[in-house]
């Protein structure tokens, strides 16, 4: 009796070809906001801006807030950006500020959408009582002003970093966690949400994974739009002097410039370079969301698929004359 032979192919090895291992397929939407001119330009500045804070010890060793020499002293070769009102190196202070300014807009995007996201959802998805109620209360917070409010708290608390982040959240998780709301309605309709409830799912499993994933592009736009009021908003309070003057942030050295009165005295280089990194900051994050816009509005991508298609096409022109028919 002939013996069975047995073979066994060679199972195929997984190279990056696989469709399994195409990160466009993972993660598409990475690749649509670096698909976007502006996105592109955005993520640049906020990697250098990130880097500047990151390195800022090699960047510019020693003591920033220590004293060089002559108030107000135009750039030369010592001070690459001169000197403040209190001689201190002006380049030295907007590479440290890049570190308090960023952590305190992304500190304050952070805890402001974890605080949007729990309450948006939960009113969404149980709706009825526990909707209004939350609906109130989010209301409460749209009407209250902002500012006046951050004034407030800064004559009762002492506002070091951890209470300037508390406090902007504080302020300003109500516009998200309305949108957040409105778009777990819409998803609470579903019937792949109807048909996990008659399955039994418990409701935070419903919520954190089915609803939550659908969620993310609105939440990323959210932290995004939130990081440049975190540093806008912080950098106004420092300005105002309602902040701890001690630390070094871009805020901080625009208000030692204000009370030196640099701008009087024409020394640009004390308030222009924080000024610039705060501008840039919230360029370079608004672009960035100007990408994820593509991916929460399909509208958008379809016309930008469509330029695409048609970019380099030549149209023939055609000169008609209207003809105008009466009615007898």
């Known amino acids: 009796m002939d013996e069975d032979k047995i073979t066994l192919d060679p199972v195929p090895s997984k190279s990056p ?14 690749f649509i906001v670096l698909g976007h001119p502006q996105a592109r330009i955005g993520v640049l500045i906020v990697a250098l801006l990130i ?9 510019s060793p020693g003591d920033p807030g220590g004293f060089f020499g002559i108030p107000n002293q135009a750039p030369n070769s010592e001070n690459f950006l001169g000197t403040d009102p209190m001689g201190r190196d002006e380049f030295g202070l907007v590479v440290w500020g890049a570190r308090d300014s960023l ?92 048909a996990a409830i008659v399955a039994g799912e418990k409701n935070y499993t419903i919520i954190f994974r089915q609803i939550l994933p659908n969620l993310i592009n609105l939440i990323v736009g959210g932290f995004l739009g939130t990081t440049i009021y975190g540093i806008a908003t912080s950098t106004a309070l420092a300005f ?41 900051s919230a360029l370079g994050l608004a672009w960035i969301n100007y990408g ?4 929460t509005n399909p509208r958008l991508k379809s016309e930008r698929e469509l330029q695409k298609l048609l970019k380099g096409t030549k149209f023939q022109r055609v000169r008609a004359t209207p003809v105008v028919r009466r009615k007898h």
């Open 292 to 295: 994820m816009d593509e991916i």
């Open 240 to 280: 105002l002097g309602l902040t701890n003057l001690e630390d070094i942030s871009w805020g901080t050295n625009l208000f030692w410039a204000q009370n030196g009165n640099s701008l009087l005295l024409g020394a640009w280089w004390v308030f222009v370079p924080s000024g610039l990194c705060v501008a840039l």
């Open 103 to 194: 952590l305190i807009g992304f500190g304050t995007a952070l805890a402001a959408m974890i605080v949007a996201t729990v309450v948006g959802m939960t009113a969404g998805y149980f709706g009825g009582l526990v909707d209004d109620i939350i609906t109130l209360i989010i209301n409460l917070f749209l009407v209250i002003p902002g500012l006046p409010i951050l004034m407030l708290f800064s004559a009762y608390f002492t506002m070091n970093m951890p209470t300037v982040i508390l406090t902007l959240a504080f302020t300003g998780w109500a516009f998200h966690a309305r949108i957040l709301r409105a778009q777990t309605l819409s998803l609470r309709e579903k019937d792949y949400i109807s």
């Open 51 to 59: 880097g500047m804070a990151v390195f800022a010890p090699y960047i």
């Open 17 to 30: 070809k696989d469709p399994r291992f195409n990160l466009r397929k993972r993660l598409p939407w990475v």
